[in-house]
């Protein structure tokens, strides 16, 4: 799972929790009942740990100083473009 | 947006890449709305286009405006994304972020913040580059009110180098 690989990379989060939050979505869909929801925020819960989120914001935090000290280092990302 | 547009410029101006800053892109989308009282699939399919300035390698503005040709409505956004990337693939890559959204049909769009998430996949590099599929999801704060589109994107073309 690609996808799970490169928000592992980026957030610090445990490929295997992303693995299981998308089974959790997948399993859930249609989210027709609010206790269905409930299970994926759950899920979702244990997937974001304070840790990922730190790593995460060292990232974006670095790059903001970047930005706003005037350097500007654009990246063809094709998710910009939806 | 032009005062937008001027602080982006001044921000851009510096610096200097081989990637431009800023990139507009033709779009098409089967766009799903989380309605309680109508829930077609899909709800409507749109046309209209998508500027991003890219500030950094994870951090980009966003802005975009599209026509639902069945419902006959006009929508834009403006707002933030910050990226992931697979490093082995840059072909593929999954956004988070927000942005503020309008509509001249509130019935459709409503005026709200919305938290999104969004993926891109170049799936023809070599055969088609300017080709991307997107998908998207996003909720509304206010509304509480999911929606979800898959579309294709051909880019027009950059500046800002």
């Known amino acids: 799972m690609i996808i799970?690989?490169?928000l592992s990379a980026l957030a610090g989060v445990p490929a295997n929790n992303i693995k299981k939050l998308v089974a959790a979505g997948v399993s859930v869909a249609p989210w027709d009942s609010a206790e269905e929801g409930r299970r994926l925020l759950l899920t979702l819960d244990r997937a974001i740990t304070p840790e990922a989120i730190a790593s995460l914001w060292g990232?974006?935090?670095?790059?903001?100083?970047?930005?706003?000290?005037?350097?500007?280092?654009?990246?063809?990302?094709?998710?910009?473009?939806? | 947006m032009k005062r937008l547009s001027l602080l982006l410029l001044l921000i851009a101006a510096p610096a200097w890449s081989a990637e431009p800053i800023f990139k507009a892109y033709a779009g098409l989308n089967g766009v799903w709305f989380d309605s309680q009282e109508d829930i077609k699939y899909p709800s409507d399919l749109e046309g209209g286009a998508v500027i991003r300035a890219s500030l950094s390698k994870h951090i980009s503005a966003v802005?975009?405006?599209?026509?639902?040709?069945?419902?006959?409505?006009?929508?834009?956004?403006?707002?933030?994304?910050?990226?992931?990337?697979?490093?082995?693939?840059?072909?593929?890559?999954?956004?988070?972020?927000?942005?503020?959204?309008?509509?001249?049909?509130?019935?459709?769009?409503?005026?709200?913040?919305?938290?999104?998430?969004?993926?891109?996949?170049?799936?023809?590099?070599?055969?088609?580059?300017?080709?991307?599929?997107?998908?998207?999801?996003?909720?509304?704060?206010?509304?509480?009110?999911?929606?979800?589109?898959?579309?294709?994107?051909?880019?027009?073309?950059?500046?800002?180098?």
């Open chain 1, 59 to 82: 990232v974006v935090s670095a790059e903001l100083r970047e930005i706003l000290a005037g350097q500007i280092n654009p990246a063809d990302n094709p998710s910009d473009s939806a």
């Open chain 1, 4 to 6: 799970a690989e490169v």
């Open chain 2, 63 to 161: 802005g975009s405006t599209f026509y639902g040709f069945d419902k006959a409505y006009v929508r834009a956004a403006l707002g933030a994304r910050v990226t992931a990337v697979n490093a082995d693939s840059p072909d593929l890559s999954v956004g988070l972020g927000i942005q503020y959204h309008v509509s001249n049909d509130e019935s459709v769009r409503p005026q709200e913040w919305a938290p999104d998430a969004s993926v891109g996949w170049r799936a023809w590099p070599s055969q088609a580059p300017n080709l991307v599929l997107v998908a998207q999801g996003s909720y509304g704060l206010e509304s509480q009110q999911a929606q979800v589109l898959a579309g294709i994107r051909y880019e027009l073309g950059g500046i800002g180098r």
